[in-house]
T-cell receptor, first 113, second 115 residues
Protein backbone atom coordinates (compact mmCIF):
# COMPACT_ATOMS: atom_id res chain seq x y z
CA UNK A 1 0.00 0.00 0.00
CA UNK A 2 3.00 2.33 -0.46
CA UNK A 3 3.43 5.29 1.83
CA UNK A 4 -0.25 6.03 2.33
CA UNK A 5 -2.00 5.25 5.58
CA UNK A 6 -5.69 5.35 6.31
CA UNK A 7 -7.32 5.13 9.69
CA UNK A 8 -9.30 3.61 11.12
CA UNK A 9 -9.53 0.35 9.18
CA UNK A 10 -13.10 -0.21 10.34
CA UNK A 11 -15.52 2.48 11.48
CA UNK A 12 -19.04 2.24 12.76
CA UNK A 13 -21.37 5.21 12.81
CA UNK A 14 -24.84 5.83 14.08
CA UNK A 15 -27.26 7.58 11.78
CA UNK A 16 -27.07 11.35 12.12
CA UNK A 17 -23.41 11.42 13.14
CA UNK A 18 -20.54 12.95 11.24
CA UNK A 19 -17.34 10.92 11.01
CA UNK A 20 -13.89 11.78 9.72
CA UNK A 21 -11.64 9.37 7.86
CA UNK A 22 -7.92 10.00 7.99
CA UNK A 23 -5.52 9.81 5.03
CA UNK A 24 -1.81 10.56 5.36
CA UNK A 25 0.98 10.13 2.80
CA UNK A 26 4.75 10.45 3.06
CA UNK A 27 5.42 10.20 -0.66
CA UNK A 28 5.65 13.96 -1.17
CA UNK A 29 2.81 13.72 -3.66
CA UNK A 30 0.97 16.86 -4.68
CA UNK A 31 -2.37 15.33 -5.62
CA UNK A 32 -4.65 13.34 -3.34
CA UNK A 33 -7.98 11.67 -3.99
CA UNK A 34 -10.89 10.08 -2.17
CA UNK A 35 -12.89 7.27 -3.75
CA UNK A 36 -15.88 5.30 -2.65
CA UNK A 37 -16.13 1.62 -3.57
CA UNK A 38 -19.43 -0.25 -3.62
CA UNK A 39 -19.90 -3.81 -4.86
CA UNK A 40 -20.34 -3.95 -8.62
CA UNK A 41 -19.80 -0.23 -9.10
CA UNK A 42 -16.05 0.12 -9.18
CA UNK A 43 -14.50 3.24 -7.73
CA UNK A 44 -16.26 6.58 -7.76
CA UNK A 45 -14.44 9.85 -7.14
CA UNK A 46 -15.65 11.90 -4.16
CA UNK A 47 -13.14 14.75 -3.91
CA UNK A 48 -9.64 15.48 -5.09
CA UNK A 49 -6.94 17.99 -4.31
CA UNK A 50 -4.05 18.91 -6.55
CA UNK A 51 -2.41 21.37 -4.18
CA UNK A 52 -2.54 22.44 -0.56
CA UNK A 53 -5.55 24.59 0.38
CA UNK A 54 -7.37 23.68 -2.82
CA UNK A 55 -9.75 20.85 -3.61
CA UNK A 56 -12.41 19.98 -6.18
CA UNK A 57 -15.63 18.00 -6.13
CA UNK A 58 -15.67 14.66 -7.86
CA UNK A 59 -18.64 12.76 -9.20
CA UNK A 60 -20.34 12.03 -5.87
CA UNK A 61 -19.38 14.87 -3.50
CA UNK A 62 -22.81 15.40 -1.94
CA UNK A 63 -22.79 14.62 1.78
CA UNK A 64 -18.99 14.71 2.03
CA UNK A 65 -16.44 17.39 2.91
CA UNK A 66 -12.64 17.56 2.83
CA UNK A 67 -9.76 19.80 3.80
CA UNK A 68 -6.17 20.04 2.60
CA UNK A 69 -4.27 22.12 5.13
CA UNK A 70 -1.08 20.11 4.77
CA UNK A 71 0.48 18.38 1.77
CA UNK A 72 0.62 15.11 3.67
CA UNK A 73 -2.97 14.99 4.87
CA UNK A 74 -6.39 14.87 3.17
CA UNK A 75 -9.12 13.96 5.69
CA UNK A 76 -12.63 13.12 4.53
CA UNK A 77 -15.71 13.89 6.61
CA UNK A 78 -18.83 11.87 5.96
CA UNK A 79 -21.69 14.06 7.11
CA UNK A 80 -25.18 13.16 8.20
CA UNK A 81 -26.36 14.48 4.84
CA UNK A 82 -24.88 11.45 3.09
CA UNK A 83 -27.88 9.15 2.83
CA UNK A 84 -26.12 5.88 2.15
CA UNK A 85 -22.63 6.11 3.62
CA UNK A 86 -21.95 2.42 4.19
CA UNK A 87 -19.07 1.63 1.83
CA UNK A 88 -15.34 1.04 1.48
CA UNK A 89 -13.42 4.31 1.23
CA UNK A 90 -10.08 4.54 -0.53
CA UNK A 91 -7.57 7.36 -0.47
CA UNK A 92 -4.95 7.75 -3.21
CA UNK A 93 -2.15 10.08 -4.15
CA UNK A 94 0.05 10.81 -7.13
CA UNK A 95 2.85 13.12 -8.11
CA UNK A 96 2.05 16.02 -10.35
CA UNK A 97 2.03 14.24 -13.68
CA UNK A 98 -0.82 12.82 -15.66
CA UNK A 99 1.44 9.95 -16.72
CA UNK A 100 1.82 8.70 -13.20
CA UNK A 101 -0.19 6.02 -11.53
CA UNK A 102 -2.06 6.62 -8.30
CA UNK A 103 -0.92 4.97 -5.09
CA UNK A 104 -3.69 3.72 -2.83
CA UNK A 105 -4.07 3.40 0.90
CA UNK A 106 -5.45 0.23 2.54
CA UNK A 107 -8.96 1.64 2.85
CA UNK A 108 -11.52 2.30 5.58
CA UNK A 109 -14.71 0.31 5.78
CA UNK A 110 -17.53 2.47 7.12
CA UNK A 111 -20.71 0.89 8.40
CA UNK A 112 -23.75 2.85 9.49
CA UNK A 113 -25.68 1.15 12.26
CA UNK B 1 -16.72 11.89 -21.95
CA UNK B 2 -14.44 9.24 -20.53
CA UNK B 3 -15.55 5.74 -19.70
CA UNK B 4 -14.21 2.26 -19.16
CA UNK B 5 -16.00 -1.03 -19.66
CA UNK B 6 -15.03 -4.35 -18.20
CA UNK B 7 -17.57 -6.66 -19.82
CA UNK B 8 -16.98 -9.66 -17.56
CA UNK B 9 -17.86 -9.52 -13.87
CA UNK B 10 -16.19 -12.89 -13.30
CA UNK B 11 -13.45 -14.83 -15.06
CA UNK B 12 -12.52 -18.37 -14.09
CA UNK B 13 -9.36 -20.05 -15.32
CA UNK B 14 -7.48 -23.20 -14.41
CA UNK B 15 -4.08 -22.87 -12.81
CA UNK B 16 -1.35 -22.92 -15.45
CA UNK B 17 -3.64 -21.78 -18.25
CA UNK B 18 -3.38 -18.36 -19.88
CA UNK B 19 -5.71 -15.68 -18.60
CA UNK B 20 -7.28 -12.62 -20.17
CA UNK B 21 -9.24 -9.87 -18.45
CA UNK B 22 -10.95 -7.56 -20.91
CA UNK B 23 -11.14 -3.78 -20.92
CA UNK B 24 -12.43 -1.29 -23.46
CA UNK B 25 -12.35 2.47 -23.12
CA UNK B 26 -13.69 5.71 -24.50
CA UNK B 27 -11.89 9.05 -24.34
CA UNK B 28 -11.78 12.14 -26.53
CA UNK B 29 -8.01 12.53 -26.59
CA UNK B 30 -5.21 9.99 -26.41
CA UNK B 31 -5.76 7.49 -23.62
CA UNK B 32 -3.57 6.86 -20.64
CA UNK B 33 -4.49 3.35 -19.47
CA UNK B 34 -3.87 1.58 -16.17
CA UNK B 35 -4.49 -1.81 -14.59
CA UNK B 36 -4.82 -2.32 -10.83
CA UNK B 37 -5.38 -5.37 -8.66
CA UNK B 38 -7.24 -5.50 -5.36
CA UNK B 39 -7.07 -8.26 -2.78
CA UNK B 40 -9.88 -8.59 -0.20
CA UNK B 41 -10.23 -5.62 2.14
CA UNK B 42 -7.12 -3.99 0.73
CA UNK B 43 -6.32 -0.96 -1.37
CA UNK B 44 -5.57 -1.13 -5.08
CA UNK B 45 -2.11 -2.10 -6.27
CA UNK B 46 -0.73 -0.79 -9.55
CA UNK B 47 0.12 -3.46 -12.14
CA UNK B 48 0.99 -1.63 -15.36
CA UNK B 49 0.23 1.33 -17.58
CA UNK B 50 0.20 2.44 -21.18
CA UNK B 51 1.08 6.04 -21.96
CA UNK B 52 2.72 5.88 -25.37
CA UNK B 53 5.10 3.71 -27.38
CA UNK B 54 5.07 -0.07 -27.66
CA UNK B 55 1.53 -1.44 -27.65
CA UNK B 56 2.55 -4.40 -25.48
CA UNK B 57 3.17 -3.32 -21.92
CA UNK B 58 4.76 -5.56 -19.31
CA UNK B 59 4.06 -5.10 -15.63
CA UNK B 60 4.29 -6.64 -12.20
CA UNK B 61 3.87 -10.34 -11.35
CA UNK B 62 4.19 -11.48 -14.97
CA UNK B 63 1.17 -9.55 -16.23
CA UNK B 64 1.10 -7.77 -19.55
CA UNK B 65 -1.47 -5.80 -21.52
CA UNK B 66 -1.90 -4.95 -25.15
CA UNK B 67 -3.09 -1.55 -26.27
CA UNK B 68 -5.25 -1.76 -29.40
CA UNK B 69 -6.23 1.67 -30.66
CA UNK B 70 -8.57 0.50 -33.41
CA UNK B 71 -10.54 -1.66 -31.01
CA UNK B 72 -10.16 0.81 -28.10
CA UNK B 73 -9.09 -2.07 -25.90
CA UNK B 74 -6.47 -2.71 -23.25
CA UNK B 75 -6.84 -6.36 -22.24
CA UNK B 76 -4.79 -7.73 -19.34
CA UNK B 77 -3.03 -11.05 -19.94
CA UNK B 78 -0.79 -13.57 -18.27
CA UNK B 79 0.64 -16.67 -19.96
CA UNK B 80 0.23 -18.98 -16.97
CA UNK B 81 -2.20 -18.26 -14.14
CA UNK B 82 -1.40 -18.84 -10.48
CA UNK B 83 -3.90 -19.46 -7.69
CA UNK B 84 -2.45 -16.36 -6.00
CA UNK B 85 -3.61 -14.27 -8.99
CA UNK B 86 -7.18 -14.67 -7.75
CA UNK B 87 -8.34 -11.12 -7.00
CA UNK B 88 -10.41 -8.19 -8.29
CA UNK B 89 -8.93 -6.39 -11.27
CA UNK B 90 -9.68 -2.83 -12.32
CA UNK B 91 -8.97 -1.07 -15.59
CA UNK B 92 -8.74 2.73 -15.53
CA UNK B 93 -8.36 5.46 -18.14
CA UNK B 94 -7.32 9.07 -18.14
CA UNK B 95 -7.82 11.41 -21.07
CA UNK B 96 -4.43 12.57 -22.34
CA UNK B 97 -5.57 16.09 -23.05
CA UNK B 98 -4.31 18.89 -20.84
CA UNK B 99 -6.62 19.60 -17.93
CA UNK B 100 -8.05 16.10 -17.78
CA UNK B 101 -6.49 14.84 -14.58
CA UNK B 102 -8.86 12.30 -13.15
CA UNK B 103 -8.93 8.54 -13.56
CA UNK B 104 -12.10 6.73 -14.55
CA UNK B 105 -12.39 3.16 -13.34
CA UNK B 106 -14.22 0.17 -14.71
CA UNK B 107 -16.52 -1.83 -12.46
CA UNK B 108 -13.95 -4.54 -11.92
CA UNK B 109 -13.51 -8.18 -12.92
CA UNK B 110 -13.17 -10.89 -10.33
CA UNK B 111 -10.58 -13.45 -11.41
CA UNK B 112 -10.66 -16.90 -9.87
CA UNK B 113 -7.84 -19.31 -10.63
CA UNK B 114 -8.88 -22.87 -9.98
CA UNK B 115 -6.21 -25.25 -8.66
Amino acid sequence: DGGITQSPKYLFRKEGQNVTLSCEQNLNHDAMYWYRQDPGQGLRLIYYSQIVNDFQKGDIAEGYSVSREKKESFPLTVTSAQKNPTAFYLCASTSDSRHNEQFFGPGTRLTVL
Amino acid sequence: AQSVAQPEDQVNVAEGNPLTVKCTYSVSGNPYLFWYVQYPNRGLQFLLKYITGDNLVKGSYGFEAEFNKSQTSFHLKKPSALVSDSALYFCAVRDGRAGANNLFFGTGTRLTVIP
